[in-house]
């Protein structure tokens, strides 16, 4: 059974780094056209894509946020690390790790989510 | 990047109605990988169609996408109460991915 489980803190000041893992199980982070996706969703609003890592270490970041997003794994721990920095009120929002496999079939799996929010 | 468009915002009807979501491109999406999700509140978002026409398995048959290029659509047949949700479109065809901004799909 594939599952994805998001943690890292509930609360952030503004202008401090947000750092949040994913842990995985029921498959592999190194297995081959395996990738997985960081989106988040502001209160009541729409979700939005952050970045993905491949299963061979290639990585790809949303074009407004790309320089502040960095994305790594550790595929001894089964985990996804996304780092952003400076973060703002705006940026409270219930972030979501998610899988998806190279091929048609799209982000099929996603954890439960984690709220972030950003204190002023 | 690729911005995609979803109409309506909102979508008003009763029970057993049809109902029709659009979502359009502003390029051509690659291999036709535009997915749709559902979303209720307070859950993550459900796959239920992907490669614009092709259905989850054990999501109903009354959900049905289509379209090519940069105009897709997913109807509902016949709207079940559990149908009343919200509806993004998203394509994987090239990075960076995007998202639509949604669809409400509320009791009338």
């Known amino acids: 059974q594939v599952t994805l489980k998001e943690s890292g803190p509930a609360l952030v000041k503004a202008t401090q780094t947000l750092t949040l893992t994913c842990t995985v199980s029921g498959f592999s982070l190194s297995s081959s056209g395996t990738r997985v996706n960081w989106i988040r969703q502001p209160p009541s609003k729409a979700l939005e894509w952050l970045a993905r890592?491949?299963?061979?270490?290639?990585?790809f970041y949303s074009t407004s946020l790309r320089t502040r997003l960095t994305i790594s794994k550790d595929t001894s721990k089964n985990q996804v690390v996304l780092t952003m920095t400076n973060m703002d009120p705006v940026d409270t929002a219930t972030y979501y790790c998610a899988r998806d496999i190279v091929g048609p079939t799209a982000i099929d799996s996603w954890g439960q989510g984690a709220l972030v929010t950003v204190s002023s | 990047e690729i911005v995609l468009t979803q109409s309506p915002g909102t979508l008003s009807l009763s029970p057993g109605e049809r109902g029709t979501l659009s979502c359009r491109a502003s390029?051509?999406?690659?291999?036709?990988?535009l997915a749709w999700y559902q979303q209720k509140p307070g859950q993550a978002p459900r796959l239920f169609i992907y490669a614009a026409s092709s259905r989850v398995t054990g999501i109903p048959d009354r959900f049905n996408g289509s379209g090519s290029g940069t105009d897709f659509s997913l109807t509902i047949s016949r709207l079940e109460p559990e149908d009343f949700a919200v509806y993004y479109c998203?394509?994987?065809?090239?990075?960076?991915?995007?998202f639509g901004g949604g669809t409400k799909v509320e009791i009338k």
């Open positions: 390029q051509s999406v690659s291999s036709s990988y």
């Open positions: 890592i491949d299963w061979d270490d290639d990585k």
């Open positions: 998203q394509q994987y065809g090239s990075a960076p991915l995007t």
